[in-house]
């Protein structure tokens, strides 16, 4: 999945979610390693929680740029995560999946 900031926090209706006091965490429980065949964790891009599309969170998010420019860039991070990690990170953090390079034919 491409870099994105889920749902609940972008596009109309979502104001609230971009003013400066707002803090919402989202939490992933990993059920394995992550590991360059099989993925299995989450990449962001560092500090982009404090990013916004129109400052107000009124428009519906383009990510397309995003990936271009954010996905490339160093700040995108991938973090290493082990079976049984917990991870918290901000509503508004872009994030996605972390790429698997090629199939490697085994289960997830």
């Given at each position: 999945?491409p870099l994105?900031v889920?749902?609940?926090?972008v596009?109309?209706?979502?104001?609230?979610a971009?003013a400066?006091g707002?803090?919402?965490?989202?939490?992933?429980l990993?059920?394995?390693d992550?590991?360059?065949?099989?993925g299995?964790?989450?990449?962001?891009?560092r500090?982009?929680?404090?990013m916004?599309?129109?400052e107000y969170?009124r428009?519906?998010?383009?990510?397309?740029v995003a990936?271009?420019?954010l996905?490339t860039?160093?700040?995108?991070e991938t973090?290493d995560?082990?079976?049984?990690?917990?991870v918290?990170?901000?509503?508004?953090?872009?994030h996605?999946s972390?790429?698997?390079p090629?199939?490697?034919g085994r289960?997830?």
């Open positions: 999945m994105h889920d749902d609940t926090f596009g109309p209706g979502r104001e609230s971009w400066p707002f803090v919402h965490m989202q939490a992933g990993y059920l394995q992550n590991d360059p065949a099989t299995g964790a989450i990449d962001v891009i500090g982009s929680h404090l916004s599309f129109d969170g428009v519906p998010a383009e990510f397309d990936n271009w420019t996905g860039s160093s700040l995108r973090l995560i082990r079976a049984g990690d917990v918290l990170w901000h509503g508004r953090l872009m996605a972390t790429r698997v090629l199939p490697s289960e997830k």
